[in-house]
């Protein structure tokens, strides 16, 4: 049996703690599937397409990591794919209430399907999306803490070379 697995999220912009757990989860799972959805309560900076394009290049060397995009119900997407797993990863204690929730709701609509945590690594248990854009907005620098392509991406978006 192939064992693969969805990993979800805004990733408006992915930044390097994402790519962590990229890179962790897909020594895991035969497959790994990084999903882009938009979440209903966030105003996303960039588009979905763009998004997209940002993981396909920051997870060009991982030969078992695909990038696609998803709307609707992620239990739901996880069956059409075949996955057995959903891999979230956990930052901080703040994370948890909300990660908790999530899980044990989708184990409610589909309980085919588990969700397995993996610890951020510590040197990034500070960074996220939303602090890089509002830094990158502020014009301050976002270099070591995203892919390259996402600093040039930011870039064009905020109009400054
Ligand atoms: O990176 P984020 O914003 O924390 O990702 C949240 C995401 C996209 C994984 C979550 O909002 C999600 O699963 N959306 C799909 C819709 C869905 O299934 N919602 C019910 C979750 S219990």
Not at 44 to 56: G, I, N, Q, S, Y
Not at 91 to 96: E, G, I, K, T
């Amino acid at each position: 049996m192939v064992r693969r697995a969805i990993y979800p999220g805004s990733f408006d912009p992915v930044t390097n703690g994402h790519l962590d757990i990229i890179q962790r989860a897909s020594s895991l799972f035969d497959e790994l599937i990084v999903a882009v959805s938009t979440n209903i309560g966030k105003d996303p900076m960039f588009t979905a397409d763009e998004r997209v394009e940002m993981l396909r290049d920051a997870c060009r060397h991982l030969p078992n990591v695909t990038v696609e995009h998803f709307d609707g119900l992620l239990v739901r997407y996880a069956a059409n794919r075949n996955a057995n797993a959903i891999v979230k990863g956990l930052r901080a204690l703040s994370d948890f209430e909300f990660e908790f929730e999530m899980a044990l709701m989708n184990r409610r609509l589909d309980e085919g399907i588990e969700t397995v945590f993996m610890m951020t690594n510590a040197e990034y248990s500070y960074l996220s999306s939303s602090i890089i854009r509002e830094i990158a907005s502020f014009g301050g620098s976002v270099e070591g803490l995203v892919p390259k392509i996402v600093e040039e991406y930011l870039k064009r978006k905020l109009g400054s070379s």
